[in-house]
């Protein structure tokens, strides 16, 4: 009976009501976050690794869902939504990120990034890398 009541509409109307709730879920899926204007310009040099494929689709600490397509990356402290330039040292490479969980939880480690934000900059096979952290915006 509802599909029925569907072909009664114009098509643009249907169109038009389609990008309406398109948007709509869309925009609930994530929150936004503002970074703390004190935080822009803050360095850190440390080593940066990336996550295993085992988390792909889990929910992450700010409530997303990890993708290892998607350039964000965990850090211990900065707030979720912080966006942060990763320079590798060993070849001034570099891929800016959107922090969006919690890490890493291992010794000497200051990023965890996703496997395509790693990709950008480092080889996967090496596993670690030393970078510099900038917080941008």
Partial sequence: MRILILYNFRPSLLIALSVVILTSISSCSTVQYKTDPKLIGYTEHGIASFYAMKFQFRKTSSGDRFNQLALTAAHR?????????????????????????????????????????????????????????????
């Fill in 77 to 137: 402290s900065l707030p979720f939504g912080t966006k942060v330039r990763v320079t590798n040292l060993g070849n001034n490479r570099s891929v800016t990120v959107k922090i969006n969980d919690r890490g890493p939880f291992i010794e000497g480690r200051i990023i965890d990034l996703t496997r395509y934000a790693f990709s950008k900059i480092g080889n996967t096979e090496q596993g670690l890398i030393k970078v510099k952290l900038e917080v941008i915006y």
